[in-house]
């Protein structure tokens, strides 16, 4: 095979001592410390049969589903306020410039654990009322309709998952901001003077001539900060929102199948994130191949 | 011979007068007094860094300037102003590196202005820009990019992109320069044509030949302020300043 034929003696010596400890850590769990290893009940953990009603949802799917859910509301979220908070951080207008840079700042210097326990708090308790999104989310929590099961998931945690998703985008909106800055800065002066020169507007140049130049070259570094988003949603977990990772929790408090379950758990992000992050190299590829 | 009393027939096209403007400490443009009249073709010389570039860049308010006028018709350039796309939309500007958007096609670059700008319809828009593609004479490469054409194509492209806009006046920033010696006089050629059929235009460059055919006025600029300034004839035969002389032995050498 290639992949011995380019190996050096070193690199043997590296594989000797990863196979080596990978033994170990087999030998440890199979024998030292007692573990009873049964797979057998982790597909029913996502799906099981009822004798009355079919089959159903169970709670890894159901996490599943919300994960899904979060990472879709806060990747759109995140890039609008993304891409805000870059135009802010262009502008000329210093004042702009310097909010923006404050909350990118801000965020990019604590750890998103410390972020959300800050923001899901405020946001909840300060911001929600006064905009009537409270309101709004109990309107949706009363009301029976399938499309809010379906966009929301169970109706009772609604105005908790608004709260985590505009968290987590805001969490994510600064990193999203520095890949549209670093975007928009790319796009050589000489376009810009260029769509001057023709006597279009700041905002036309902005619009028509710097952003899709600048959109076309962030797309990979996109892909990468929305793999980031997908595991941070685990987070949520914290703020009792029955993502993933929660629903792990209580499957694992639940059956006591620790390492079972949580490898499963970790597989599932894996497949997620690792198919994501092979897209974005496809797409690097076609780009530069182009 | 720069006397603002000089009385021209009628109020020029473009008026500089007492124009000063800083880099900080650095004195780029000192007292430049200069009139375009309507179809006058000019042509700026002189060394590297001497703010002839930044002269014209100051025309179309892609620099700011500190002190002094710029009249373009009866509107004074002011790059604070919110409306200063309107002015350039009468003023074209054709760059060393052409400028072209990367991203466009041909046609769409020659069209964004008009459509965007002068709100003319798409089909307006095209038609005007396959006319000036045939005038530049590379209608056949409407649906490229910039970056599959060559040097002197793409700065043609530019030439169209910005007769596109039906300007009163167009500025050249050293149009040729960016370019290898074989496609130069396509380029010139091109610029030729335009000072023919009566385009106001204003031309920094070092093509002495061009200015010796085509320009009605050579002004000479030294560190940032106007040297001389004189027909063609004087100009190459007779030039009065020894900077002038210094300038002219260097680049027809060469």
Not at chain 1, 199 to 212: A, C, D, F, N, S
Request: net charge negative; charged share 20%; hydrophobic share 45%.
């Amino acid at each position: 095979m290639r992949f011995f034929k380019d190996l050096k003696a070193g690199d043997y010596v590296i594989l000797a001592i990863t196979a080596a400890f990978l033994g170990a850590v087999w030998y440890q769990l199979a024998f030292q410390i007692n573990y009873n290893w049964d797979w057998s009940g982790i597909p029913s953990f996502f799906v099981y049969y009822d004798e009355e009603t079919g089959y159903q949802q169970n709670v890894l799917l159901i996490g599943f589903f919300n994960l899904i859910r979060i990472a879709i509301y806060s990747s759109i979220l995140s890039v609008i306020l993304g891409l805000g908070l870059a135009l802010m951080r262009v502008s000329d207008r210093r004042w702009m410039n310097w909010t923006a840079r404050v909350l990118v700042e801000f965020v990019r210097n604590i750890p998103p654990l410390v972020f959300l326990f800050i923001f899901y708090f405020f946001v909840s308790d300060m911001i929600f009322p006064v905009l009537g999104i409270r309101a709004f989310a109990q309107m949706l929590a009363n009301s029976d309709s399938a499309v809010v099961g379906f966009l929301f998931g169970d109706r009772v945690f609604v105005e908790n998952l608004i709260a985590g998703v505009i968290c987590l985008s805001l969490f994510e909106a600064a990193y999203v901001s520095e890949i549209f800055r670093a975007g928009i800065e790319s796009v050589g002066k000489d376009q810009r003077e260029g769509a001057r020169s023709v006597g279009v507007t700041k905002y036309q140049e902005m619009r028509y001539i710097v952003l899709p130049q600048a959109f076309e070259k962030t797309v990979p570094p996109l892909v990468g900060q929305l793999i980031t988003l997908i595991k941070d949603t685990s987070i949520m977990s914290v703020i009792s929102i029955q993502e993933f990772t929660f629903a792990g929790s209580e499957m694992v408090v639940s059956s006591g199948r620790i390492f079972e379950v949580w490898i499963t758990v970790a597989v599932v992000y894996f497949i997620i994130c690792y198919a994501l992050s092979v897209y974005s190299r496809r797409l690097e590829i076609g780009r530069t191949g182009r | 011979m720069r006397e603002k009393d000089q009385t021209p027939m009628n109020p020029p096209l473009i008026d500089i007068s007492n124009l000063n403007k800083w880099y900080d400490d650095f004195h780029v443009l000192k007292d430049i007094n200069l009139t375009v009249q309507s179809g006058e073709k000019i042509v700026i010389c002189g060394p590297s860094g001497s703010g002839k570039s930044t002269l014209i860049r100051c025309v179309n308010a892609l620099e700011a300037y500190q002190k002094g006028d710029i009249l373009v018709g009866a509107d004074r350039v002011d790059a604070e102003d919110k409306n200063v796309h309107k002015l350039r939309q009468r003023v074209g500007m054709v760059f060393q590196q052409f400028n072209l958007f990367a991203h466009m096609t041909v046609l769409e670059n020659l069209c964004f202005g008009p459509v965007k700008a002068l709100k003319l319809s798409k089909s307006e828009a095209e038609e005007r820009a396959r006319h000036f593609l045939t005038k530049v004479r590379i209608p056949e490469q409407a649906d490229k990019y910039p970056s599959q054409l060559s040097g002197g194509q793409q700065q043609r492209v530019a030439i169209a992109r910005s007769l596109c806009m039906n300007p009163d006046v167009m500025l050249f920033d050293e149009p040729t320069s960016a370019l290898d010696p074989e496609m130069i006089n396509e380029v010139l050629d091109t610029m030729i044509e335009l000072a023919d059929e009566g385009m106001t235009m204003l031309v920094v460059t070092h093509e002495m030949g061009f200015a010796k055919s085509v320009a009605d006025q050579v002004v000479f600029m030294d560190h940032g302020a106007i040297v001389e300034q004189a027909t063609p004839d004087t100009f190459f035969s007779n030039p009065k300043h020894e900077r002038t002389r210094d300038f002219l032995t260097k680049i027809i050498q060469h």
